[in-house]
């Protein structure tokens, strides 16, 4: 322990003012790159909070305008000469309505119908379906005149939003100068009126802005999560019960724990050419279908639900299933009796955030077939569906302006849903959290 | 066929389960018995419904296959003759006849004149294995029940029956998930064999040319279109650079921030933000990137371009005027923000891993936060950190809404950011998507760029998994 | 798969401190303290609270120069949270609050006007368990004396850290391999690490919150060793759970109870003669 050289005698208070001297002029420096660092931190939360802000603020601005439409009550004079009373679905009643109009302005149409096409387009064609049935359903209306209400089209939808400026030039708009001043016209008229959008929640996908709506995919969302739950869940836990309690612990097993780790880090799009290989082409399961959907989604959740579930059961502790075995219940009586029960509530919590987390998936459902228009509301786990992701995509790509606040409105829509899963799960945790 | 047999099914085993238990309890009357009667109701429940599942998950399985040999085996000459990709187009427009739908394509002579004839057939054959499948199912909960029935006697331990059966169906369920994989494996190979059969590997792996579209007519001379995916790689490593260098620092830092500086009351806050952000879906990432972030960035561009040209950096000028909404760029920068929660939260459980007895020697010399952070706790934390960065690159390799909807389709071999690039998974899903056939080249392809992405994204994800686990135990 | 098992190092969990297993060490040479010493630290009336939990009662107490002083006492007694106010290391400890005055020479610690980095440049500690970071041995000697500012140049670090090993027993068994990991070091070494990162910055008080606890009984004599040289030089405050080193090694003994100074005095008066009933039934093993 005797080192040589012990250096001599203590500082003298020269040195040690000196020193002092040095600590003091650095320590400026030092603090000035503290407050520097520290701020870098607070600008990278700050980044992620303001661009989670500048999101849903975004969404909200383009979707809101979704909420509500326009409807355009014209009165229509039901020509004898023009309606078969027996079949009226063959009335072109939008030309009809068009020409009508256009007289009322005492506009007249050119040979090549040039005014009433650019009437036509005002209104959505829902006109004609609207029309229809009034006629079969009161064919005494015929000779009358009748106000019809109908949708605008998505454009002049837009235009009372206002989403078409008339300070943009004329070419660059979708409607011209002559049919804004309709539009205006009628609005003066008292013929346009503001209401909710009814149809985004009730109707299912369509080729027309104005007729499209969620419902459809929220229904297949559903379906496919029903599907998803029924699989996912019993296999997820059951697994994870297995590996927690009855598996021996060796090289085998480790091997499964390894495999399910990289199996929740496998990017989705694997498990849409997964499904797309095994369900459609092998199994000749029916392409975009809920049923496939939620095949290849319980497939993608199941290692979530068992990483969830075995955590869970790792936090019960030991002495509860000692004190069952010592009961001398069985070890498959304890499990089911005491210890499963009390990692319910963990199960359940990690079981809904991983469907919220489905519900949100996209990449494989396009893979197996959810890419394509699907009018109507699915009524069966082999139809052929849409889903609330698959459709925000559809109507991403969709080149109508009218569909951009929709696509905006279906996020909305979905992050909905979402948050009320979320929520649910917060909700499960603080009820029944239990600290051992 | 069998989704009629399902519910009959589950109300057999449930039958059998009262019948079970009520022959159970007679027999045990004053007798003490080794197991319960509601026990026997159980064991015979599962010999009634497993055997008949076995034979139905069978027969899903391995149904399509035997069909597949009995349609080939009585096939016409003419359709026998044909090459696979044509031989398995015409067989599944032969079902969909016999289902009565449409035909996918418009088949020549002779073909056209043996579709409906082979529709039948085909159709035929499927009534008979289904019914086939249905009667050997029913067959097998028979003889379950049978088997659980001729064995309820007080001193028989169905107890120990049903549980061996539990841990049995457990270990089937944590079999599913290893099956899960080896499906994966499976079926990336299969077609991926068949595609590299087609395209020689090394061209598909350092061919600079892609250009699937030429292939859909697959049986036109010379027009097998090109496959080399080098370009789509390199969209895929721009893309993912670009990501992980907006979600590193950012990712590290707010970690940094939130385990090192923050309050309780600000962590509780800004916590759930983070998870916030998340748990929005990729796709909404893609529309704010298509909708917002894209024509933001070109605006910007094409307004810096108009400054500088007529100046001394015209040639620039007149580039960046011509700068496109799908750039990688805003596909990078948009990823690279979903990236930053995944980032944050595993690099704050690395950091909170290192021992506090560091940070107290630290301090303890006269240390400042920041002086301990970069000093001492980033340096412990390396390899962790290291890992999560590779778990994010790997996420950032796998990510498909984004770019589908934000980079373009583009092939091209460049590292320009302002580049409308594509990546592997923007072409799979280009070439799932649109209408073709599945056994072209084309769709086949996928599987090929599925391998690759799947090969790569489990290679980082081992090493990363590793690198992070032992780093834990480390500091246990 | 194979993880890599990272091993104690040797003897790094051998008996806790209290319990007295050195049989190896010589019997207790009593230092006696010098007298005319000056005061280095003076507390007056030190009270610390975590939360509502009050840890620390009304201390007061005078903490000679170049002297070893032992806070000795039953666990949860006190006597490391009254170690960790003389460098504001409770500021470290979210709800953590002091009450009463700390002067080292003089001059208030808690003073707003005092920076804790600076206070902590002069007072260095060791902890319980060697810290050394995950860094080579020369980077960890290196350390203070890089982030406070203390070297010009290469030459003159390598001479600090040279010195500070040397002082701190540790150059010749590590000379050849400056540059290998510190936690590569036995616990024993990796704790003499630490003192000479501690010294490098050339403290006036050296802190040591149960120094040898992790350690095996030969590593602990070669640090009561060590000690006992650096009194040379500094101010030395140590805490201890084993009587027998307090007795061993240092001059001045304060004993601590439920969160209150209870006796202090010269060591050899403490250890033979106790003013104070508890002192007597402590030190004699009744409680502890």
């Known amino acids: ?436 | ?476 | 798969m194979k993880f890599k098992i990272f091993h104690a190092p040797d003897g790094a969990n051998s008996g806790s401190g209290d319990t007295d297993t050195r049989v190896l060490t010589p019997p207790p040479v009593l230092h006696s303290a010098d007298p005319d010493a000056p005061t280095k630290i003076t507390a007056r009336e030190v009270s610390v609270f975590y939360g509502d939990k009050q840890a620390l009662h009304d201390v007061s107490l005078d903490i000679p120069d170049k002297t070893v002083t032992a806070l000795i006492g039953p666990s949860g007694c006190g006597k490391s949270t009254f170690l960790r106010t003389m460098n504001r290391m409770n500021d470290t400890i979210p709800g953590a609050r002091v009450v009463g005055r700390i002067e080292m020479d003089g001059e208030d610690v808690n003073a707003k006007s005092v920076d804790p980095v600076l206070l902590r440049a002069r007072v260095g500690m060791v902890f319980q368990k060697p810290n050394p970071f995950p860094k080579t041995i020369y980077e960890n000697v290196a350390y203070g004396p890089r982030i406070h500012g203390l070297a010009d140049g290469k030459p003159e670090l390598d001479g600090i850290v040279e010195d500070s090993l040397k002082r701190a027993g540790l150059w010749e068994e590590v000379a050849d391999r400056l540059h290998s990991p510190g936690t590569g070091l036995s616990g024993g070494q990796q704790q003499r690490l630490v003192i000479a990162r501690a010294i490098a910055v050339e403290p006036e008080v050296i802190l040591m919150d149960e120094p040898c606890s992790a350690l095996d009984p030969i590593a602990t004599a070669r640090i009561e060793e060590l000690i006992d040289e650096l009194r040379e030089r500094y101010c030395i405050v140590i805490v201890t759970h084993s009587m027998a080193q307090a007795a061993r090694v240092s001059q001045r003994t304060a004993f601590f109870h439920l969160g209150r100074l209870i006796e202090t005095g010269d060591t050899e008066d403490i250890f033979t003669n106790p003013r104070e009933r508890r002192t007597l039934d402590y030190i004699t093993g009744r409680f502890g």
Not at chain 1, 279 to 305: C, D, E, K, Q
Not at chain 2, 250 to 269: C, D, H, K, N, Q
Request: zero cysteines; aromatic letters at 8%.
């Open chain 2, 1 to 476: 066929m069998t989704w009629f047999f399902l519910p009959i099914l589950i109300v057999a085993s449930i039958a059998a389960w009262f019948g079970a238990r009520g022959l159970a309890e007679r027999r045990q009357r004053g007798i003490h018995a080794h197991s319960r009667p509601a026990q026997f109701g159980a064991w015979a429940l599962i010999w009634t419904a497993v055997p008949a599942l076995v034979v139905l998950i069978a027969a899903a399985v391995f149904g399509p296959a035997i069909e597949g040999s009995l349609i080939m085996g009585g096939a016409p000459e003419a359709v026998s003759e044909l090459d696979p990709l044509r031989r398995g187009a015409f067989f599944g427009d032969a079902r969909a006849i016999g289902a009565g739908q449409p035909a996918t394509q418009i088949w020549p002579a002779p073909y056209a004149e043996l579709l409906p004839a082979e529709g039948a057939r085909v159709a035929g054959i499927g009534r008979m294995l289904d019914l086939g499948t249905v009667v050997l199912a029913a067959l097998a909960a028979l003889l379950g029940a049978l088997f659980v029935f001729s064995r309820i006697r007080p001193d028989m331990r169905a107890r120990n029956r049903v549980e061996g059966w539990v841990v049995a169906l457990l270990f089937v369920s944590s079999a599913v998930a290893v099956l899960t994989t080896v499906g994966i494996i499976a079926s990336l190979v299969f077609d991926s064999l068949r595609f590299f059969a087609s395209v020689p590997i090394f061209e598909f792996l350092f061919g600079t040319q892609w250009s699937p579209q030429t292939a859909i007519r697959a049986d036109q001379v010379g027009s097998t279109g090109a496959f080399g995916a080098l370009p789509l790689f390199a969209g895929t490593f721009l893309i993912m650079l670009i990501a992980m260098v907006v979600a590193a620092p950012v990712g590290l830092f707010a970690a940094i921030y939130l385990s090192e500086y923050a309050g309780p009351a600000f962590r509780a806050t800004v916590k759930p933000v983070l998870e916030v952000l998340a748990g929005v879906p990729t796709v909404v990432y893609g529309f704010f990137a298509a909708l917002t972030v894209g024509p933001a960035f070109r605006e910007f561009f094409n307004g810096l371009g108009a400054l500088l040209v007529g100046g001394p950096l015209d040639g620039i000028g007149q580039y960046l005027m011509l700068v496109q909404n799908q750039m990688a760029l805003v596909a990078g920068a948009v990823m690279g923000i979903m990236l930053i929660p995944f980032v944050s939260s595993l690099s704050d459980d690395i950091i909170n891993a290192v021992p506090q007895s560091l940070r107290d020697g630290s301090y303890a010399m006269g240390a400042t936060k920041s002086e301990t952070v970069k000093r001492v706790l980033l340096p412990a934390a390396l390899p962790g950190v290291a890992g999560a960065m590779l778990l994010a690159m790997s996420r950032a390799i796998g990510e498909t809404m984004i770019v589908t909807m934000a980079a373009g389709l583009a092939a091209r071999l460049t590292l320009n950011p302002l580049d409308t690039v594509t990546t592997v998974t923007v072409q799979i899903v280009t070439l799932l998507t649109g209408d073709q056939e599945f056994n072209s080249p084309k769709t086949l392809a996928a599987f090929g760029l599925g391998l690759t992405l799947f090969l790569v994204t489990l290679a980082l994800n081992i090493i990363a998994q590793r690198i992070v686990h032992t780093y834990r135990q480390q500091y246990d």
């Open chain 1, 1 to 436: 322990m005797t080192d040589a050289a012990i250096p001599p005698g203590k500082p003298t208070p020269a040195a040690g003012a000196e020193r002092t001297d040095r600590l003091r002029a650095g320590l400026k420096r030092r603090y000035a790159r503290e407050g520097r660092f520290k701020l870098y931190g607070l600008l990278a939360i700050g980044v992620a909070v303001g661009f989670l802000l500048l999101l849903l603020g975004r969404i909200f601005d383009q979707g809101h305008t979704a909420f509500y439409a326009h409807t355009l009550t014209v009165p229509v004079y039901m020509d004898p000469a023009r309606i078969d009373q027996a079949y009226p679905q063959g009335t072109n009643f939008e030309q009809l309505v068009a020409e009508q109009q256009l007289a009322r302005l005492g506009i007249a149409d050119d040979e090549q119908g040039t005014q009433s096409t650019a009437m036509r387009g005002l209104f959505s064609s829902e006109l004609k379906f609207v029309a229809a049935d009034l006629i079969r359903d009161r064919p005494a209306l015929i000779g009358e005149t009748v106000p019809i209400p109908a949708p605008l089209s998505d454009d002049a939808d837009l235009y009372f939003k206002g989403e078409i400026s008339r300070d943009t030039p004329a070419d660059q708009r979708r409607l011209s100068d002559q049919q804004l001043a309709w539009l205006d016209g009628m609005k003066a008229d008292g013929m346009v009126t503001s209401h909710f959008n009814s149809a985004l929640f009730t109707k299912g996908d369509s080729t027309e802005p104005e007729l499209a709506g969620v419902l459809g995919a929220v229904v297949g969302s559903a379906l496919m999560l029903l599907v998803t739950a029924l699989i996912a869940l019993p296999l997820g836990v059951g697994a994870a019960l297995y590996l927690e309690e009855f598996a021996p612990k060796g090289r085998i097993t480790n091997l499964i724990e390894v495999n399910i780790n990289n199996l929740a880090a496998v990017p989705s799009i694997i498990y849409g050419l997964l499904g797309l290989a095994l369900f459609i082409n092998w199994m000749h399961l029916p392409r975009a279908s809920p049923l496939v959907g939620g095949l290849v989604l319980a497939l993608m959740a199941l290692p979530t639900i068992i990483i969830a579930t075995r955590s869970s059961l790792k936090a019960v502790p030991p002495s509860i299933r000692e004190a069952a075995l010592a009961m001398g219940a069985s070890k498959t009586q304890t499990l089911f009796h005491h210890t499963l029960p009390l990692a319910m509530p963990g199960v359940m919590t990690g079981a809904i955030i991983s469907m919220a987390h489905a519900l949100g998936e996209t990449a494989p459902l396009l893979l197996i077939g959810m890419v394509s228009f699907v009018p109507g509301i699915p009524a069966g786990l082999s139809e052929p569906t849409g889903a609330l992701p698959s459709l925000i995509y559809i109507w991403e790509n969709a080149s109508e302006r009218a569909f951009h606040e929709r696509t905006a409105a279906a996020i909305m829509v979905l992050l909905a849903f979402m948050i009320v899963m979320n929520a649910a799960a917060v909700l499960l945790r603080r009820r029944f959290e239990r600290r051992w």
